[in-house]
């Protein structure tokens, strides 16, 4: 009998211990590519590493773009590839806010408030989040579709490249989960 | 004594079984009508379900018009209902990217790219989730808004209409909850 | 060793109880500034709230703009917090839909298919938000950003002022979470 009582408590110890959500874990998705969001996520993103949860972000289709290096260049793309890498922001610190942007004036108007304001830069939040050990995960697919090669990106602590099983596998397990 | 030590691991047991989270599902609201996200949440829904993941999809709002059957014509609507008819977008394969549309080029070039990457068409995703058992249900509140009929939408394996409340049983027994 | 099995049987409970996600809850930041989405951010609210759910609302970016009160006016901005004050919607009721706005007269006609549909209005939703009692907690950072101040913002009950750490932690307690 006791040593049944032991099972059944061990059970539901392992139960406890493998069940979705039982981490003090946050999963992101950054699918846009719009500085107002991209803001947001890195300040959910830092905040949460800086509590102490476990945070991962997964940058797919636009939001790929902002992790991209400008004085990184890669040579073998073909003639669409290089439309896509001119059409879309070169960098974090080209993105565009996507309201009220006004040809880059309210973008501009919005980043010297930050600066005013004393709220951290992109590139700040950036350094921050790779020292609080946010791990960022570029969707191989998006890289694929729009030319984006892995040499171009950010130098960035552990940066992965990985598909939707990879977030899924992160999300389940997440008490937090966010699609930006 | 032992008698209650089995009634208090019951008690635990059935408090596992019932908490929120508990189960390895995906709730997700589909809210947006754009073509780019509408392939995130199908390649988001599509990964869970492989993954064995209990996949529900709640369209809403300008999602919906994303689940019209070009092919179905249906009758009694008024003026507005037939002007909301025309201008939204009729069925998946109509809907345009968020952004770069350029008058269309935009979504033709995603659509070239992503046949010519092997990435399966908005037809395709539909007919896989289908097969691994993703569940939709059509938000009844937008349906009723917008004028668009049941008989419209799309053949796809138990299609339902429901409301919030649905979404919300769903998602509080989810472990991953999205909203596109 | 009957000891050893109550002690173990507390320390399973009190983790049951402390989990991550332990909660029938909701958290959602509501950080567009669309009527469409203010519109779902406030059913899902509602909903959440009459099926039982503790339900918290973190209005952050241009989400902040439809808290303001309209009536309401306060001195001492300087000229581009008063720009800011200008452009954005003055409240929940000068909000427009995020597609096919038309000039005006899509967010017209989603108003008046709301009203002849018997969907209840912005007003009608934060009146019942505020009795089903739906916390609301305005972003900080954001409200610096844009110049607004609390004594412009809506009468609501309990309303609050708080930061990126308020909304996680809410979020990691809480059974389903949302970015709208």
């Not at 991962?56 to 890498?85: C, Q, S």
């Not at 570029?138 to 130098?155: A, N, P, Q, T, V």
Request: net charge positive; charged share 25%.
């Amino acid at each position: 009998m006791a040593i049944d009582v032991e099972q059944q408590l061990a059970a539901l110890r392992s139960q406890l211990e493998e069940r979705p959500g039982a981490k003090k874990k946050l999963s992101m998705v950054v699918f846009s590519g719009d500085l107002d969001k991209h803001i947001a996520s890195m300040i959910i993103a830092t905040g949460a590493a800086a509590m102490g949860m476990e945070t991962v972000l997964f940058y797919t289709f636009w939001g790929t773009a902002a992790l991209r290096d400008p004085k990184k260049r890669v040579g073998g793309k073909n003639i669409i590839e290089k439309m896509f890498g001119m059409m879309l922001p070169k960098g974090r610190n080209k993105t565009t806010i996507s309201k009220m942007n006004m040809g880059g004036l309210g973008t501009a108007m919005i980043k010297g408030l930050m600066k005013k304001k004393n709220v951290a830069s992109m590139d700040e939040l950036f350094e921050v989040a790779g020292q609080l050990g946010v791990k960022i995960i570029i969707c191989e697919m998006s890289m694929d579709l729009m030319g984006f090669k892995r040499e171009e990106m950010i130098d960035y602590p552990n940066l992965e490249v990985g598909g939707v099983a990879t977030f899924l596998a992160d999300a389940s397990e997440s008490s937090i989960q966010l699609f930006i």
